[in-house]
């Protein structure tokens, strides 16, 4: 049962445009969710966390957002870029169990 | 059953006295990695292999050795450890061919 789910396997957006990778969870006691960016034959690098106890978090071009009612989060890049074309993933930690669940990825093209 | 297997999972140690984590993978990929996990930093690289006897540092190498003389086999190794290297550890495989990571289960390290 997966408790981090991207139900997006791949994303098509054009240059300048915004970027929308989203993911839900089925656990309501993960204390922090994560976005990695991974390309290929590298292995992933963080981009940005939020707090259960937050909704908003926004670092540059990257933003997350919290829904906590309806188990969702999504990273939001604005502008995109063609650099930004990776695989994207979203964790969740419980930081009791120390468990860190990595979701399915999304694969992000930004196009000229 | 694809799996990365780490040992110990939960390890108390002291200031100076080596150690070896271990990770193992039945999967046949030819990159393996090593990441920290630290509350607010997010996952952080320290050392990947890319083959058989192909190491390279990430991101914090600093106070980590590791070793690929098999294929299966990438531990890490602490000659001497630090209170400051406290914390959450993941190996993980990646098959170089696709983009799909496979993640150990963690290992959390506490140094006094």
């Known amino acids: 049962d997966q408790q981090v789910k991207q139900n997006s396997p791949s994303l098509s957006v054009q240059e300048g445009r915004i970027s929308i990778l989203n993911c839900d969870y089925t656990?309501?006691?993960?204390?922090?969710f994560l976005w990695y960016k991974k390309y290929p034959a590298e292995g992933p690098t963080f981009l940005i966390s939020?707090?259960?106890?937050?909704d908003k978090n926004e670092d540059g071009r990257f933003t997350v957002f919290l829904n906590k009612s309806a188990k969702h989060l999504s990273l939001h890049i604005v502008p995109s870029q063609p650099g930004d074309s990776a695989v994207y993933f979203c964790?969740?930690?419980?930081?009791?169990?120390?468990?860190?669940?990595f979701g399915t990825g999304t694969r992000l093209q930004v196009f000229p | 059953e694809a799996q990365v297997t780490q040992n110990p999972r939960y390890l108390i140690t002291v200031t100076g006295k080596k150690l070896t984590v271990t990770c193992s993978q039945n999967?046949?990929?030819?990159?393996m990695s090593w990441y920290r996990q630290d509350p607010g930093l997010g996952l952080r690289q320290i050392y990947y292999?890319?083959?058989?006897?192909?190491?390279d540092k990430g991101d914090v190498p600093e106070g980590y050795k590791v070793s690929r003389k098999e294929k299966r086999n990438f531990p890490l190794i602490l000659e001497s450890p630090s209170p400051n290297q406290t914390s959450l550890y993941f190996c993980?495989?990646?098959?170089?061919?696709?983009?799909?990571?496979?993640f150990g289960p963690g290992t959390r390290l506490t140094v006094l």
């Open positions: 656990n309501s006691m993960f204390d922090y």
């Open positions: 964790a969740a930690i419980t930081l009791n169990t120390d468990k860190l669940i």
């Open positions: 999967m046949n990929h030819e990159y």
């Open positions: 993980a495989s990646t098959d170089l061919a696709g983009d799909e990571q496979f």
């Open positions: 292999s890319m083959n058989v006897e192909v190491t």
């Open positions: 939020i707090s259960s106890i937050k």
